[in-house]
């Protein structure tokens, strides 16, 4: 058994279980295991998912009002769905990239197991209110940008957990205060949740900011001046206010970056 070939693994889990499954087990004893110099070829496409849910266009996907149950548990879908992704984007940091030290590995094998603990607790409540994964539209934008950003590592690292995965720092309080409104058990059981997967997400974005900076200086690169460049290249989405700035602070973003953020 090797680290990088198990990573695959779980970034080639179709059934969402076993993938689940995998992400712990690896995780678990992922400091025991010997480390590839190079990454081992998949034996198909990337990543594996279930058939469901369909994945249709952003724009497609219904917006519905989380005061109505059936509203509700489509938030709450959408919000797993970013999560069972996010296993696969850190299964795949934890695979693809060569020439990285061996905490980089141990890191995005980490965050996989907590995404996969997120995307159980998210399932759970789904089940509890009579819903399962799949049940509802999805679109692929988060799998997209990794796809796009496959051959460079420092622009995966600026645009996947520093953009995208960040904006679940600015918008997980917002979703909770329209949960608070709700008068329901699994809204309030679904702010419970948000509070675990924010209090996480807050660590892995700080990994995408280390690994960031780390190949920068490795490159002789200035994050601060490459990253606007790396976001029109790669038609990164715009991020609007308002930020989470405590939580972004926490998450390794500098003062010079939240201005530029705020500009």
């Known amino acids: 058994m090797e680290l990088r070939q198990q990573a695959l693994q779980v970034l080639c889990a179709a059934d969402p279980g076993e993938k689940v499954a995998q992400a712990t087990a690896l995780h678990a004893q992922a400091s025991q295991l ?6 081992p070829v998949p034996g198909g496409p990337l990543p ?5 849910p369909l994945l249709v266009h952003p724009a497609r996907v219904p917006r519905r009002s989380p005061n109505k149950p059936e509203g509700l548990a489509a938030l709450l879908h959408a919000i797993a769905h970013i999560e ?13 990239f060569d020439g990285m030290p061996r905490e980089f590995h141990l890191d995005w094998v980490r965050i996989a197991a907590e995404e996969a603990l997120h995307f159980t607790l998210l399932t759970t409540l789904l089940r509890d ?4 994964y799949g049940d509802f539209e999805a679109h692929d934008g988060l799998w997209a940008m ?5 051959p460079d590592i420092v622009a995966r690292l600026a645009l996947v957990p520093r953009t995208l995965e960040a904006r679940g720092l600015d918008a997980t309080p917002q ?3 329209k949960l608070r409104r709700v008068d329901s058990p699994h809204a309030r059981r679904a702010v419970e949740v948000l509070d675990i ?16 900076r780390w190949c920068c200086e490795r490159e002789g690169l200035d994050p601060f001046a490459l990253y606007p460049g790396l976001v029109e290249r790669y038609c990164a989405p715009r991020l609007y206010p308002p930020f989470n700035q405590e939580a972004r602070r ?6 010079e970056e939240l201005a530029w953020l705020a500009r």
């Open 34 to 39: 010997p480390l590839s110099p190079h990454a």
């Open 48 to 52: 594996g998912r279930p058939a469901l």
């Open 84 to 96: 069972f992704n996010a296993i696969n984007l850190a299964a795949d940091c934890a695979w693809r």
């Open 129 to 132: 209110m009579g819903h399962g």
């Open 146 to 150: 990794c796809e796009k950003t496959a």
């Open 175 to 177: 979703i909770q205060e």
């Open 197 to 212: 997967i924010l209090r996480d997400e807050i660590g892995h974005v700080a990994a995408g900011n280390h690994w960031y």
């Open 250 to 255: 926490r998450a390794g973003f500098t003062e």
